[in-house]
């Protein structure tokens, strides 16, 4: 166990765990994109698809808490990761120069990463942890969206996600050694299309509840 923790712990190791956990989570938006894109169909469907998810039971609350532990381990090696950096580079440079494929995604990453943990723990604290039935839940949604200042909020925090996915989606894929010359501009241009459509199609929802449905 020992020998597992420590490799693990080496550069390489935490890397490839925020390679391997930022990869989790991606498929999870892509699900959750999916289920939350009934909200455009109205209550009856939303309700369905909430209904049937909660059917899995036991299931779901084992995916829970992976998500959770994945979590927990992405912000910790995360923060490790920024704050080794910025040790070895305690001052910064005269000049700000854009090398080495530097991007918006990858300069802001780990305050992203912040900003995403605020806006997931506030969600959660709206709708998970919120007293609703299936049924009550379409109302619960289109009540706490229709407020303008959650729309702001909901909607900055898709554009972080976006940026953030921009960045990791690419550098996941880099870490587990898909850097090749043939690949990584696939990879990359792959990474802005899937950024795209987790910031517009979550972004867009509150926008629709509010203002067309």
Do not use: D
């Amino acid at each position: 166990m020992s020998w597992f923790f420590s490799t693990f712990w080496t550069s390489i190791g935490k890397k490839l765990m925020m390679a391997i956990t930022g990869l989790c989570f991606i498929g999870f938006l892509t699900m959750h994109l999916i289920g939350n894109l009934t909200l455009y169909s109205g209550q009856g469907l939303f309700t369905s698809y909430v209904r049937h998810l909660h059917a899995l039971g036991p299931l779901i609350t084992v995916a829970e808490w992976g998500l959770l532990l994945f979590a927990i381990i992405h912000i910790i090696i995360g923060t490790v990761l920024f704050l080794t950096n910025l040790m070895a580079r305690p001052i910064r440079y005269k000049v700000n120069k854009n090398a080495g494929g530097r991007t918006i995604g990858s300069e802001t990453q780990p305050y992203t990463g912040y900003i995403i943990l605020a806006f997931i723990i506030i969600h959660l604290i709206n709708f998970h942890f919120a007293v609703h039935t299936n049924e009550s839940l379409y109302g619960l949604v289109s009540t706490v969206l229709a407020s303008p200042v959650y729309i702001c909020g909901y909607v900055f925090a898709m554009i972080v996600v976006a940026f953030h996915i921009s960045h990791g989606f690419w550098s996941l894929f880099q870490t587990l050694g898909a850097n090749h010359p043939k690949y990584m501009p696939f990879i990359q241009k792959a990474g802005i299309a899937i950024s795209l459509i987790f910031g517009v199609g979550f972004g867009f929802i509150p926008i629709f509840i509010s203002f067309f449905a």
